[in-house]
């Protein structure tokens, strides 16, 4: 099967049995699926579109969803063409608010700062990933009824034809959208800010591209932008602070999209040849919860904002890679009691921090002259130091510590830094001893007292002894899964209990 197969129902109250469904073929429910997959976890993505679009809403993963993918080995493989290399770089200017102050190099250590990866593009890559590792992609397949029963989840699937099935889940995962059916038929709230802009986008051919609005325009009746391409389509937004859309769910036409253009730039901008069209809004939603009983929502089903700094595709790709070792663990039946809920608990806060940074960057956005003082003070902050790092870590993602509850220990919840091993003979980093999806204890004044203890976990943690060459803050590090670190030696005798409550903490009981 490949990814483009289309499935057909299974005829009308037929039933489908399945560990995990994942409702949604984005990039977020695609490398899920992988995820889950990887820990050998049956995996069957019902997804509502009989085919990819090839549409790209987002083109920009962000460093620390570069650093991630890096983990699993995907990086190079969600650029097209040449990967960006890295090591030495310059400065990359990025903007908040529109306002293109920002150094994005300041604040990244390890691999490329932005990654250009158009949505559609990454989405296959991750597809083809989970077919290959054993997941099931049924395109044409749309939830609209779920039951949750006591050790499952039942799903009504219709087909565009009309026919109907059920699909039988120990487990459902909603990566369907903001407007996720997923979210809606389990009750989950959805609260936040509502709506108080409507803007429109839309990739379109420019009859004049020369004589278009350049880059970013801010003036008394909105904004426009322009991503110029003058020998094929152009993308271009319009931004009306005026009020939101009196109909979010309306079809846009290309007169509306040249209206609005044209309104607010104050000058004719004719076009042609759409091939995409959509409207957006600024609402700031998120769940509350992402989790209830076997239902659980990531990427925009758990949370949406205005589209600022390619940030959302890069919060669900996040979620996808916390969530699936946590749900892994589940289905496993090795998972600690309270494992799966702090996929909510480390994930939501990281939602709400760019919630907030969104809302803040629309209030400097108003076309207001009373904001013009502001805008220009803003700008000259962003060139001190401390400022540039702050915003710079906040968009990037640079700034995501997971609260462990644990805050003796000062590496705990930071992502394990891509150190440079020598294991035996044999030379590897971090990111590659994390590809296979397992926990690791790197034991760097090994082997010691601390690998024995590991080894009653040997079916889910592996033990490295390594050396490495750089400076390392801790003789030992547990590192999960998904990068971060769930405990740091400290040389003391008191290591050895230490381990063992974190082991048990994050990886359930040992192995009898």
């Known amino acids: 099967m490949t990814t483009d197969d289309v499935q057909g129902s299974t005829g009308q109250g037929s039933a489908d049995r399945v560990e ?25 993505v019902l997804e509502r579109l009989p085919r990819p679009t090839g549409e790209s809403k987002a083109g920009t993963l962000h460093s620390r969803t570069a650093e991630t993918l890096h983990r699993r080995g995907l990086l190079a493989a969600v650029q097209p063409g040449r990967p960006a290399p890295a090591g030495s770089r ?54 609209v009824g779920l039951t949750e029963r006591g050790d499952g989840v039942e799903l009504e699937v219709r087909s565009s034809t009309g026919t109907t099935r059920r699909v039988t889940a120990g487990w459902c995962v909603g990566c369907d959208g903001a407007r996720s059916a997923v979210r809606k038929l389990a009750g989950i709230p959805f609260v936040g800010t509502p709506a108080t802009i409507s803007a429109l986008m839309g990739d379109v051919r420019l009859l004049d591209p020369y004589s278009a609005p350049h880059g970013w325009q801010r003036n008394e009746r909105g904004w426009t932008l322009f991503w110029t391409n003058p ?11 005026t009020a939101p859309h009196p109909d979010r769910g309306a079809p846009v036409t290309l007169a509306e999209l040249r209206g609005e253009i044209e309104r607010i730039a104050g000058v004719p901008v004719p076009m042609d040849s759409p091939r995409w069209l959509t409207r957006f809004s600024d609402a700031a939603l998120l769940a509350e919860p992402y989790r209830r009983g076997r239902v659980l929502l990531a990427g925009d089903a758990a949370h949406v904002h205005f589209p600022m700094g390619g940030q959302g595709v890069n919060l669900g790709l996040q979620d996808a890679v916390n969530l699936g070792w946590k749900l892994a663990g589940e289905v496993a039946g090795w998972a600690p009691p309270e494992l799966l809920d702090t996929y909510h608990g480390e994930r939501a806060p990281v939602a709400a921090r760019v919630l907030y940074n969104v809302r803040a960057q629309v209030g400097l956005m108003l076309p207001d002259h009373r904001v013009d003082p502001l805008r220009e003070l803003f700008a000259e902050l962003m060139h001190l130091p401390q400022v540039n790092d702050f915003l710079s870590r906040m968009i990037s993602g640079q700034d995501v510590r997971y ?22 003979s044999e030379l590897v980093s971090v990111a590659e001893l994390l590809r296979a999806g397992r926990p690791v204890l790197f034991d760097f004044a090994g082997p010691s007292p601390l690998g024995e203890l590991a080894a009653g976990w040997a079916d889910r ?3 490295v002894v390594a050396t490495c060459e750089e400076v390392v803050a801790a003789p030992a590090l547990l590192v999960r899964p998904d990068g971060y670190i769930a405990w740091s030696g400290r040389g003391l005798d008191s290591d050895r209990h230490t381990l063992d409550v974190a082991l048990r903490a994050w990886f359930g009981c040992p192995k009898a």
Request: hydrophobic share 45%; proline share 6%; with cysteine.
């Open 20 to 44: 995990v469904a994942i409702v949604g073929g984005g990039p977020v429910g695609m490398l899920l699926a992988g995820e889950l997959a990887l820990h050998g976890v049956g995996v069957l």
């Open 90 to 143: 310059g400065p990359v200017p990025f903007h908040f608010a529109g306002m293109f102050e920002l150094d994005l190099a300041r604040v990244v250590d390890e691999g490329p700062v932005l990654v250009g990866s158009p949505q559609a593009y990454a989405e296959q890559v991750f597809a083809d990933r989970a077919v290959a590792l054993g997941a099931r992609i049924e395109r044409d397949s749309e939830v």
């Open 231 to 241: 020998g094929g389509h152009s993308r271009v937004c319009s931004y009306d602070f």
């Open 403 to 424: 609260d462990t509850g644990d805050r003796a220990d000062p590496l705990v919840g930071l992502l394990a830094p891509d150190l440079r091993l020598k294991v035996g």
């Open 461 to 463: 943690v592996d033990v």
